[in-house]
């Protein structure tokens, strides 16, 4: 995943949160479709047809058909009868001998379309994917497929059974749709049979990106999707299992603070400077701790995170001055190896500022997760969990409220 941020401050433009990568389900359909050729469209080559089916006997000379078909030049026979040889209406006895009606005759597939008989059509295989929840046809399919999805849009036991029929109309349209080879020539359909018992499910990547739009309109979009996928989503509501765990959790568990308050929308997009993503999170915490030189003050929600309490450990022991503050029912089981290497400070109900859970360095830079407003672009009301980075003003306001210290100041 990789962030892109906007400016927080121009409310025109939208904050791109995160990236996922998710997995679209396919129906890919096996079929045999049953196709008559149909009568060549070329005059020539019906006439060609014509002539080896009434002189059979004794059929005459190119030059000879030519004279009587007003014909100057027997080529245009020549080339009726080579498309008759490519589609199989007619064989080429001798391949060694020239090319002449005394050396060519008409195949059965030739003498069932002159007779208008269909009772002997070939079989060949049909593919055919459909987008499984939007019903779309894919007349090329999916390029990268997956049998096991990692993180599915629906999960796989919600989808039907694969279908057992298409219909003959269908097929045909389908066929068309594919360009497939077997209609060369103006091949028809007759038939068409599903093989259930070879028809699958799979999945393909698609890449969304979640955004926040001005006025805390939280949505997601699939820039490579097609219009109709982009609406499934859209009905969704981020309602999807991957969805509301990006929304309730991050790196620091799903328990983050739930009796905090939300922050109205507008007022903490004016507290911070930039996204995180919620899967560089710990990365980013651990970068900010290792950047300081003088102090670090961190909420005791941190210490969820591994890396945060082994960093802070480090840190206090090259001389850091490192606080701990937060609700004191969690101070109490801040981890042993930093009970005696870092100082607490238990929160005061009124302490607004500090009831946020930041992480500062230095009193320069910051970064908080925050417990925000935002609502979808139906209006349904969401509460979601996000890390940013903070401004410096922020900052500055935080490390002004930590107990017994000013901003700037170990």
């Known amino acids: 995943?990789?962030?892109?941020?906007?400016?927080?401050?121009?409310?025109?433009?939208?904050?791109?949160?995160?990236?996922?990568?998710?997995?679209?389900?396919y129906e890919v359909v096996s079929a045999t479709a049953e196709v008559i050729a149909s009568r060549q469209q070329h005059p020539f080559d019906w006439a060609v047809v014509q002539i080896m089916e009434q002189f059979a006997g004794s059929l005459p000379s190119l030059q000879e058909a030519a004279d009587e078909l007003g014909i100057k030049d027997p080529v245009f026979l020549v080339d009726a009868l080579q498309r008759l040889i490519e589609s199989g209406m007619a064989e080429h006895i001798d391949p060694e001998k020239p090319l002449d009606f005394e050396n060519c005759r008409l195949t059965n597939l030739a003498r069932a379309q002159?007779?208008?008989?269909?009772s002997s059509p070939e079989r060949h295989g049909l593919m055919i994917c459909f987008d499984a929840l939007t019903g779309e046809h894919l007349p090329a399919g999916p390029v990268s497929t997956n049998v096991e999805p990692q993180q599915p849009v629906l999960e796989p036991n919600r989808l039907p059974e694969t279908r057992t029929d298409i219909g003959l109309q269908r097929a045909r349209e389908l066929a068309r749709a594919q360009d497939e080879p077997f209609l060369a020539g103006g091949g028809k359909i007759t038939g068409v049979e599903v093989h259930a018992d070879r028809s699958a499910y799979i999945w393909d990547p698609v890449e969304a990106n979640i955004l926040i739009e001005a006025q805390g309109v939280l949505q997601c979009t699939l820039p490579g999707g097609t219009e109709n996928q982009r609406l499934w989503i859209e009905a969704a509501e981020?309602?999807?299992?991957?969805?509301?765990?990006?929304?309730?959790g991050s790196a620091l568990g799903q328990d983050v603070s739930?009796?905090?308050?939300?922050?109205?929308?507008?007022?903490?997009?004016?507290?911070?400077?930039?996204?995180?993503?919620?899967?560089?999170?710990?990365a980013e915490?651990?970068?900010?701790?290792?950047?300081?030189?003088?102090?670090?003050?961190?909420?005791?929600?941190w210490l969820a995170i591994p890396q945060v309490s082994k960093a802070l450990a480090l840190l206090s022991k090259r001389g850091i001055r490192c606080l701990v503050f937060g609700e004191r029912a969690r101070?109490?089981?801040?981890?042993?190896?930093?009970?005696t290497s870092?100082?607490?400070?238990?929160?005061?109900?009124?302490?607004?500022?500090?009831?946020?859970?930041?992480?500062?360095?230095d009193g320069t830079l910051g970064i908080a997760v925050d417990k925000v407003q935002l609502q979808t672009p139906r209006g349904r009301q969401i509460t979601a969990f996000i890390a940013a980075k903070l401004t410096s003003s922020q900052?500055?306001?935080i490390s002004q409220t930590l107990p017994g210290r000013k901003a700037g100041n170990p």
């Open 342 to 361: 870092v100082q607490t400070a238990g929160l005061p109900d009124s302490a607004d500022s500090l009831s946020q859970i930041s992480l500062i360095a």
């Open 395 to 397: 900052v500055q306001t």
């Open 285 to 301: 915490a651990v970068t900010l701790l290792n950047s300081a030189d003088s102090q670090i003050a961190a909420h005791v929600q």
């Open 1 to 25: 995943m990789q962030s892109k941020y906007s400016q927080p401050n121009d409310k025109s433009r939208h904050l791109q949160w995160c990236s996922l990568r998710l997995h679209w389900p």
């Open 331 to 339: 101070l109490e089981v801040i981890p042993e190896e930093l009970r």
């Open 114 to 118: 002159n007779d208008g008989d269909d």
């Open 238 to 248: 981020l309602k999807l299992p991957f969805m509301v765990q990006v929304l309730t």
């Open 258 to 282: 739930p009796s905090r308050p939300a922050v109205n929308y507008d007022r903490w997009r004016a507290t911070i400077e930039s996204l995180i993503d919620p899967n560089s999170l710990e």
